[in-house]
């Protein structure tokens, strides 16, 4: 294995490891480095497809973007995605192997252990360096003896590891020190440095509590990463806190966007653009309540359709979107891939995909049906709104195949699917354009496209339409973050981690 290794692990889930490897394959790549990411395995419902149709993670795609390279299956060869409280498909080299209940992908993870290190042995022969992501913490005592994420798979690589704690959640002084006091002696000599992440204030008040920290574990802080807001980098697999601001106070010209937070919800990344219009203020809603006089609600994807769509049910969710649609002829309803699939009239599982049942009735706002199909599509796709004409790329993952009746028209016109040409109709409207449902996922990515939705809606209240505004730039945003990580920590000393290795 050629290339220099360095992975990074985190006091706990949501500490920022994956923007900190974000920033650290950019900051090596403008070093001169050929650098990759590699998280062996990664449990999240953010996911994205590759170009040879494989399945990992949205974040390895992200830190992969960041190191101006495609991303493969071997960034992140295995990829739980969550289906329930006690189980989870398991994805494997980018490709579903089946649904296992806990206790289950615990017995049979010891079969995954060749695998990742396969994965990690081509991208260590292709590359000079290669920035390691852990997963939760390393110190969780019930998953360590079966770890082949954290330190067991940074002890095949040689990988010195850098420990970060988010300060801006408070007690982050106990919560390192007491992941520290939970490893063996030999794997606290693993921890070559330590980051202090999402810091706000003053740094000199952080001195002190930097100073005791490093006199009682031995280990130097590397440096603290400021709380920062003006760069647009996705965040980890979980929906910001702010998110779930409230909309009542102020009519100051902005849509309001109303998004379901499904107990299942997955690829919420597909809003991350929109909510960062002038424009729009976008919400997570967890009850029926908070549907307060929306200009639209979006019905996001899940990895659970069935489930997902029974509590819709069970929690008045259902009644209440019902009862805004009917009411208010103004208001727009969207479905996206999962959400797509419960606005029609049913969806079929004869292969009890999802649940014993045999099928579910929808919500009966499109005149389309779903079927549950063994086989999972992965494809990257692009297309065009068959009503503007205006292109746009993105990604398909799903189980179902949904046929269009009665009196809808489809969404889009698929051109290009894994880069072959091809020509078919997909998604769903309804006569009045108000309900529209698609399997794409990154639909407003695209500027044209999400500027003319959006002043769709705006034209409704009668507000005058707003302008294409200049693309967001994903490579000035990774080098604001690698500035801003590069300024924050002692640059030095973690190149001679890197350098130096695990001894």
Same mark, same amino acid.
């Given at each position: ?38 998280? @062996? ?10 170009? @040879?149709? $494989? ?31 006690? %189980? ?20 049979? #993870? ?5 695998? !990742? ?34 330190? #067991?798979?940074?002890?095949? @690589? ?11 959640? %408070? ?6 020190? %007491? ?13 070559? $440095? ?26 130097? !802080?590397?440096? !603290? ?33 109303? !998004? ?25 809603? #967890? ?23 029974? =509590? ?39 292969? %009890? ?66 880069? #072959?040409?091809?020509? =078919? ?13 698609? =399997? ?51 640059? $030095? ?11």
């Amino acid at each position: 294995m050629k290339a220099k290794t360095l992975q990074v692990c985190g006091t706990g889930s949501g500490v920022g490891k994956s923007v900190i490897v974000s920033a650290l394959c950019r900051i090596f790549l403008q070093e001169g480095y050929r650098v990759a990411p590699f998280k @062996a395995q990664n449990m999240a419902l953010n996911s994205f497809v590759t170009r @040879a149709q $494989g399945e990992i993670g949205r974040a390895q795609a992200t830190q992969a973007q960041a190191c101006h390279i495609e991303p493969t299956v071997d960034m992140n060869p295995v990829l739980i995605k969550p289906t329930s409280d006690v %189980g989870a498909q398991v994805i494997v080299l980018g490709k579903p192997i089946g649904n296992m209940h806990a206790l289950r992908y615990t017995k049979y #993870k010891s079969r995954l252990l060749g695998v !990742v290190r396969s994965s990690f042995r081509r991208l260590a022969d292709g590359y000079e360096v290669v920035v390691m992501e852990g997963a939760g913490s390393p110190a969780e005592i019930n998953l360590k003896s079966h770890d082949i994420v954290n330190l #067991k798979m940074a002890a095949f @690589a040689r990988a010195p590891v850098i420990l970060v704690g988010d300060i801006d959640k %408070g007690g982050v002084f106990a919560w390192i020190i %007491g992941t520290l006091e939970l490893l063996t002696p030999k794997e606290r000599r693993m921890i070559k $440095g330590i980051i202090i992440n999402k810091f706000r204030g003053d740094i000199t008040l952080l001195k002190p509590g930097i100073d005791f920290l490093e006199r009682r574990t031995g280990i130097k !802080v590397l440096g !603290v990463i400021p709380y920062y807001k003006n760069i647009k980098i996705p965040e980890e697999d979980a929906v910001p806190l702010d998110s779930f601001k409230d909309s009542s106070s102020g009519r100051d010209h902005k849509l309001n966007i109303d !998004v379901l937070y499904l107990p299942h919800i997955s690829n919420f990344t597909d809003f991350d653009t929109l909510e960062k219009e002038p424009d729009v203020r976008l919400r997570y809603v #967890k009850s029926p309540e908070e549907l307060n006089k929306p200009d639209m609600i979006i019905i996001p994807g899940t990895k659970n359709t069935i489930s997902d769509l029974r =509590y819709l049910m069970k929690s008045g969710f259902m009644s209440r979107i019902l009862s805004i649609i009917n009411s208010d002829k103004k208001v727009s309803l969207l479905g996206i891939c999962g959400g797509y699939q419960m606005l029609g009239k049913q969806i079929l599982d004869k292969y %009890g995909l999802e649940s014993r049942r045999k099928q579910i009735q929808g919500m009966n706002l499109l005149s389309v049906e779903t079927s549950l199909m063994t086989d999972k599509i992965l494809t990257q796709v692009e297309a065009k709104e068959i009503n503007s004409g205006l292109r746009l790329s993105g990604y398909e993952i799903h189980h179902g195949l949904t046929r269009i009746f009665g009196k809808c028209k489809p969404f889009f016109e698929v051109f290009e699917c894994n880069g #072959k040409k091809i020509k =078919y109709r997909e998604g769903a409207v309804s006569s009045d354009r108000r309900i529209l449902g698609t =399997y794409i996922h990154g639909i407003f990515d695209s500027n044209p496209f999400r500027r003319n939705f959006l002043n769709g809606l705006r034209r409704k209240k009668g507000w005058p339409a707003l302008p294409v505004k200049e693309s967001l730039n994903p490579d000035k945003e990774f080098d604001k973050l690698a500035e801003l990580v590069r300024e924050s920590i002692n640059m $030095g000393l973690l190149r001679k981690i890197l350098i130096g290795g695990l001894k």
